[in-house]
């Protein structure tokens, strides 16, 4: 079977420290335009910490194994958990 011109897997490994960090590698390199942007959208939580804890920079470094130039920017400041309702309206 072909792999597609452009695909990416995922990964989540256990960090030195404990935590879990979330790889995101892609392939199909070759058949890359030029130029070219990749959007993610993603939702991070604290788990059982405070609040307090969370910072709105906490998405701010990227591990680059290439020579291309990547951006980082956090689109809202951490916010308080919102829960479903415990029963039907």
Known sequence: RQAPERYFHTR???SVTGMYD???ILGGEQ??????TLS???TGTNGQLPRQALQS????RCEQR????VTL???CKPTLPVYP?????
């Open 40 to 42: 993610l959208s993603v």
């Open 31 to 36: 058949n890359a335009p030029v130029q070219d």
């Open 66 to 69: 290439i020579k291309t130039p």
């Open 57 to 60: 920079t906490l998405l701010e």
């Open 12 to 14: 989540v490994k256990r």
């Open 73 to 75: 920017r956090n689109l």
């Open 22 to 24: 979330t790889w995101i």
């Open 85 to 89: 309702p415990d029963e039907d309206s």
